[in-house]
C-alpha cells in the first residue's frame, strides 16, 4: 500500500527565513504528487502538484517543490517565509490509477513569528 | 476554484443517534466524492470512495454499516453516521473531482461531537 511520510511535525521559523518540509513516499510506479495547505479554520487547498515533466515545480505564494524519483521525495521550499504562511502543510499521492486515491501524510504544522 | 460545500459544519449528537453530513459541489459535476476523516494532530484518513450512482467503496478497516455513503446525484454525496458513539467524535472532510479527473477540491468539514 501507498504511505506518505512527512518527517517535520512542527517547525517553528522566524520571518524570512527559508522553509524546507520533507516529504517521502513509498510507491514504486508512476505517482502523481501535491502539497496542501489548510490555514487556521480554512478549508484544505492546494499550493502546487507534479504529474510530469519539469521535477521542479513552482506553486502559489512563492512555494515550490522537487521531486527527486530516486529519492521518493517532494520537498517543499520556500526562501522566505512570511507570518501568513503560518498552516498546516499536507504532502499527498495519488498512484494514477483508476481511483486516483488521495493518500495524506501526517501534516507538518508551521508556526511562522513575525 | 470550484466549491465544495458540507453542511452541518458542526453537529453535537447523543451515543446511539444517526447523523448525516451532506457534501455538494456548488458549481461543477462531481463524479467521485471521496470521504476524509481527521483525527486530532494526525493526517486525514481515507474512509470511502463514492462515484455517482453505484455504490461506495470503502477502505479497509472502515465499516461500511455504520458509515453509510450515498451519492445519488452528481451535486450531492451524503455520510450517515449511524448509531454514533463518543469514538466516532471527529472532523469529516469530503472531496470532490469532476469528470475526466484533475483536481480534487475539498469541503470545509464537519465537525462531530458524540456525546
Known amino acids: 500500500a501507498q504511505s506518505v511520510s512527512q518527517h517535520n511535525h512542527h517547525v517553528i521559523l522566524s520571518e524570512a527565513a527559508s522553509l524546507e518540509l520533507g516529504c517521502n513516499y513509498s510507491y514504486g510506479g508512476t505517482v502523481n504528487l501535491f502539497w496542501y495547505v489548510q490555514y487556521p479554520g480554512q478549508h484544505l487547498q492546494l499550493l502546487l502538484k507534479y504529474f510530469s515533466g519539469d521535477p521542479l515545480v513552482k506553486g502559489i505564494k512563492g512555494f515550490e517543490a522537487e521531486f527527486i524519483k530516486s529519492k521518493f521525495s517532494f520537498n517543499l521550499r520556500k526562501p522566505s517565509v512570511q507570518w501568513s504562511d503560518t498552516a498546516e502543510y499536507f504532502c499527498a499521492v495519488t498512484d494514477g490509477g483508476a481511483t486516483n486515491k488521495l493518500i495524506f501524510g501526517t501534516g507538518t504544522l508551521l508556526a511562522v513569528q513575525p | ?115
Open chain 2, 1 to 115: 476554484g470550484a466549491v465544495v460545500s458540507q453542511h452541518p459544519s458542526r453537529v453535537i449528537c447523543k451515543s446511539g443517534t444517526s447523523v448525516k453530513i451532506e457534501c455538494r459541489s456548488l458549481d461543477f459535476q462531481a463524479t467521485t466524492m471521496f470521504w476524509y476523516r481527521q483525527f486530532p494532530k494526525k493526517s486525514l484518513m481515507l474512509m470511502a470512495t463514492s462515484n455517482e450512482g453505484s455504490k461506495a467503496t470503502y477502505e479497509q478497516g472502515v465499516e461500511k454499516d455504520k458509515f453509510l455513503i450515498n451519492h445519488a446525484s452528481l451535486t450531492l454525496s451524503t455520510l450517515t453516521v449511524t448509531s454514533a458513539h463518543p469514538e466516532d467524535s471527529s472532523f469529516y472532510i469530503c472531496s470532490a473531482r469532476g469528470r475526466g479527473g484533475g483536481e480534487l477540491f475539498f469541503g470545509e468539514g464537519s465537525r462531530l461531537t458524540v456525546l
